[in-house]
């Protein structure tokens, strides 16, 4: 391991230098080449300069050639600088070996060829060269510049007198109008960047090249020849056919790598190359054909060398890479020398700690042995069993400590017996202790889940008013819907808990009632359909025909329990499907004989439209068994779990994994299903799927009998032609308040905020609102405090204030009257009530939308058995005992006293339950009163 890490830290060290000093060589050429390209770009700029001020005109012989013998020596580097016109002509300078400059122009003058010449003494001219029918148009400097549009390079070329090759800085010019009058030239020869490579020192052998993205060289530091001379032709050479064995191997090898091969025929087959590759990935190619630089390692000519390629593309908008290599031998002679001895250290040092470790084991391993065997004598109760040994080191210590146990243990023993004794009676006692804490826990948790599921009911209610108006933006539906959704879930958790502290206390009660299995069952498909879809599993709900449609039994046990089976399927499935089966049997017909079950449980065909399943009317059944079961194609449960799953608080691997839920879905449910007369069990197959199965008892019932839904309608908009209600809203909660703007805002009402009385009282005094919503309880100034302020004034008494309270005690409310407040509502309240209350006390009008169709109906059924004179028909008991359930909140006691109610008066105890299930506390307290 030591000489690994030290092989890998030389390594990356090596890695390192040779990047920093192939970075700098780099670097060196592209400032150089900065400067080299700088010139022609330059010198064409001054030109245009020239054109547009006129030092530069070209129809005034004698200005132009002095224009360009003054112009061009400040530039040594360059080789020509040439103007082509549009018309054909060209004009411009040319400097040719030794330093000889030419001007040369053609146009009508020279039947357009092209002349080199110098003017003598006389001011005559005297011709050095001619190229007859020279057309610039036609040549490829000039069609790259007007291809372009703006500055360009050429691609290099030979000089057309023949002495290199060159490279041309061009551009178009263009007049004021916008109109072509030409292009602009300037030259250099790249024999200036041969030289300046061939004078840089990389390493012992480094060297370093240019060449373009299609193959061919442009430059190297080394003496190969970059181009040929055949005939009068000038051809360049690829770097794939360098005489260089090292470019030449590295330009094959690059050739694998970029977008456009280096060579267009490929005459080296993959057997025959002079190149491996070592150590790349497929993120070093793709660094290579997208960054500016990058270091390689590779194997080349047998050697494994760094190969540090920079591409000119961003910088000088060229198709050129400088590649540097240098052997991997400059750098790594000396760590591989420090490697091989470090790794042959490391093997002598671990043969030598072998074995001192074979020889501390057998000193330490046999007084061990020893011991471990007189330890098996004391197990099987011999306790006069002692080890002895002559050490005074930590083994002998361990002995006599062994020994010292060993007496201990046998005096323990002695004692065993007389000490279980007390401890069973001390376990007693605290078990009884445990009980008593258990019924108090169960108690507590009852209460206090009772008491947070009130007022988060409110909360869901209330979200899912605000979720169906039409007005919300896209963020406000997603804020809501996170509301909705928490709320949702938290009021989950709390029934759970209330559930199981029920279950616990045995205050758990079957409430049967007649519903419609089927519509039900549609429900659940509905409910987790959309969950499904989002996890791209099948859901499929199927019941046999046999399955009655109208029955008796508790419809919310069952609905809970279906809905934690099928949550906890569609939870723990990541592929495939849950399947939700239902069959009955006829358990009792008459004289009691029995009926076949029916369709197969496990039949893949849903009930369809056309298959008429058999009514309660076709068949005189009294009672069924209906057996239910989900299956899912999920991860599965581990045998050794499922003998906990059904405990509460417990929950499987799986489960602590997703972070969800608190493991008393199960053991709720099985407790729901075994009060309706069944009993739920589980197979499971890990990597296969679950299969939960459980059964219950219900009579069937008249489709008469069965509840149904009765809609009621909503405040959509305020009617025309009303004054701008201001409206003020107290509450030190921020969401409380929140919750009536997001209620009231969208109905056109002007709306402010206070979170104490003081706020609220300097907002009334200056804005004067028509209605303040005022909370009791809020820090700085209360409500009650506020109230009494605002009403001792004249402009207060034109104020409508009404309380908000989460009080249900009924001397709350003379309280808050006499202190000054218009009107009192408790909370939880409903949005009908917020806005009756409003057109109570300040005239406003509503429009409702049409989905009131038995609305009035209602109202008059509960009219008929909703009075005084029914409730003083009661026993006055059972009226003073369900005044208490109601002030104390308790639904529970409510719900039992109804059920008394109902021997007395159905009609009543329906109209009673009605207005708990709305929060319609005090209209019952004050027919009580």
């Not at 109109?179 to 370093?208: A, M, P």
Request: with cysteine; glycine share 6%; proline share 3%.
């Amino acid at each position: 391991m030591v000489g690994y890490l030290s092989f890998k830290n030389g390594q990356q060290a090596v890695n390192q230098l040779a990047e920093g000093l192939m970075s700098e060589v780099s670097e060196r050429v592209k400032d150089r080449l900065d400067v080299y390209l700088s010139v022609p770009k330059l010198s064409n700029q001054l030109n245009a300069n020239a054109l547009d001020t006129g030092a530069l005109d070209i129809r005034n012989v004698a200005k132009r050639e002095e224009y360009f013998l003054k112009q061009f020596p400040a530039f040594p580097l360059l080789t020509l600088t040439v103007f082509g016109t549009a018309q054909g002509e060209t004009y411009g300078i040319r400097r040719f070996k030794g330093n000889e400059i030419l001007l040369k122009y053609s146009d009508a003058t020279t039947n357009y060829a092209q002349i080199y010449f110098t003017r003598n003494s006389k001011g005559e001219i005297e011709l050095k060269n001619s190229i007859p029918n020279f057309d610039p148009r036609k040549r490829p400097w000039y069609q790259a510049a007007i291809k372009a549009g703006k500055h360009t390079w050429t691609p290099i070329f030979a000089d057309i007198v023949g002495e290199s090759l060159i490279i041309s800085a061009v551009q178009p010019y263009y007049n004021k109008s916008r109109q072509l009058k030409g292009v602009l030239s300037s030259s250099f020869l790249l024999v200036y960047v041969n030289e300046f490579l061939q004078s840089l020192k990389i390493g012992k052998t480094g060297q370093v090249f240019i060449m373009e993205n299609s193959g061919e060289l442009v430059s190297t530091s080394s003496n190969a020849p970059v181009y040929v001379v055949k005939g009068k032709q000038f051809e360049r050479i690829k770097a794939t056919d360098s005489d260089n064995h090292s470019i030449r191997a590295a330009a094959e090898y690059l050739s694998n790598l970029l977008p456009t091969k280096l060579t267009q025929k490929n005459p080296f087959p993959l057997k025959n190359r002079e190149f491996t590759v070592a150590r790349l990935t497929h993120k070093q190619v793709f660094l290579l054909q997208n960054k500016d630089s990058q270091l390689l390692e590779v194997r080349l000519n047998g050697e494994d060398k760094f190969l540090y390629v920079t591409s000119l593309k961003k910088t000088f908008d060229l198709d050129w890479l400088i590649v540097v290599i240098v052997p991997q031998s400059d750098f790594t002679a000396q760590i591989d020398a420090n490697t091989r001895t470090t790794i042959l250290l490391t093997i002598v040092a671990l043969i030598v700690a072998i074995l001192i470790g074979i020889f501390t084991a057998q000193w330490i391993a046999n007084p061990v042995a020893r011991l471990n065997t007189v330890a098996r004598d004391l197990a099987e109760g011999q306790w006069d069993k002692t080890v002895e040994f002559d050490r005074e080191d930590e083994v002998g210590q361990l002995a006599k400590s062994f020994n010292k146990m060993a007496k201990q243990l046998q005096e323990s023993f002695e004692n065993l017996e007389q000490k279980v004794k007390e401890r069973t009676a001390e376990l007693a006692i605290a078990k009884e202790k445990a009980e008593v804490a258990n019924e108090a826990k169960s108690a507590f948790l009852a209460n206090m889940s009772h008491e947070l599921r009130t007022p988060l009911n409110a909360i869901i209610g209330f979200s899912q008013l605000i979720i169906r108006s039409q007005s919300l933006s896209k963020e406000n539906q997603e804020n809501v819907g996170i509301i909705a959704r928490s709320g949702e879930h938290l009021l989950g958790l709390i029934n759970n808990v209330l559930d199981l502290s029920k279950i616990e206390s045995g205050r758990t009660t079957l409430n049967e009632k007649n519903f419609d299995l089927y519509r039900l069952l549609a429900d659940i498909e509905d409910m987790f359909r959309l969950k499904a879809d989002d996890k791209k599993l099948q859901l499929l709900v199927d019941y046999a025909p046999e399955v009655p449609r109208y029955i008796r039994t508790d419809e919310v046990k069952l609905r809970q329990v279906l809905i934690n089976l099928i949550n906890n399927a569609i939870k723990f499935t990541e592929e495939g499907g849950v399947t939700l089966r239902v069959k009955g049997e006829q358990v009792s017909r008459g004289a009691g004989e029995q009926v076949s079950r029916g369709a197969d449980l496990h039949s893949n065909s849903p009930i369809t439209n056309d298959q008429l399943p058999i009514t309660n009317d076709q068949l005189p059944i009294t009672h069924y068994r209906l057996d239910f079961e989900v299956e899912d194609t999920g991860m599965g449960i581990a045998a050794a779990e499922i003998d906990s799953l059904f405990e509460a608080f417990a929950q499987t691997e799986t489960g602590k994994e997703a972070q969800e839920g608190t493991g008393l879905g199960l053991p709720i449910s099985r407790k729901f299903v075994q009060l309706m007369g069944g009993d739920i069990t589980v197979n499971s197959t890990v990597g296969k799927g679950t299969t939960f199965k459980f059964d219950i008892q219900a009579s069937t019932a008249d489709p008469v009998e069965v509840d149904s839904k009765k809609p009621t309608r909503h405040v959509i908009a305020l009617e025309p032609n009303q004054p701008k209600y201001r409206i003020l809203i107290v509450d030190d909660k921020q969401i409380n308040r929140k919750l009536l703007v997001k209620m009231l805002n969208p109905l056109g009402f002007e709306l402010k905020e206070a979170s104490n009385g003081m706020e609220a009282i300097a907002i009334w005094d200056e804005w004067e609102p028509h209605l303040i919503w005022m909370d009791l309880r809020m820090p700085v100034m209360d409500g009650y405090e506020a109230i009494k302020q605002i009403k001792a004034t004249t402009k207060g008494q034109a104020t409508a204030v009404i309380a908000l309270t989460a009080s249900v005690l009924e001397e709350e409310r003379a309280v808050v009257l006499s202190a000054g407040c218009d009107d009192f509502m408790r909370k939880p309240f409903r949005e009908a009530d917020i806005f009756d209350m409003m057109h109570k006390h300040i005239g406003v009008l509503y429009v409702y939308d049409n989905s009131d169709v038995d609305q009035t109906s209602a109202a008059k059924a509960e009219g008929q058995f909703l009075t005084s004179a029914a409730i003083a028909a009661l026993p006055p008991e059972l009226v003073a005992d369900l005044k208490h359930a109601i002030l104390s909140v308790d639904l529970d006691l409510a719900a039992e006293q109804i059920e008394q109610i109902r021997s007395h008066n159905g009609g009543l105890a329906d109209a009673i339950a009605q207005w708990i299930d709305n929060f319609e506390y005090d209209k019952i307290l004050q027919l009580i009163k």
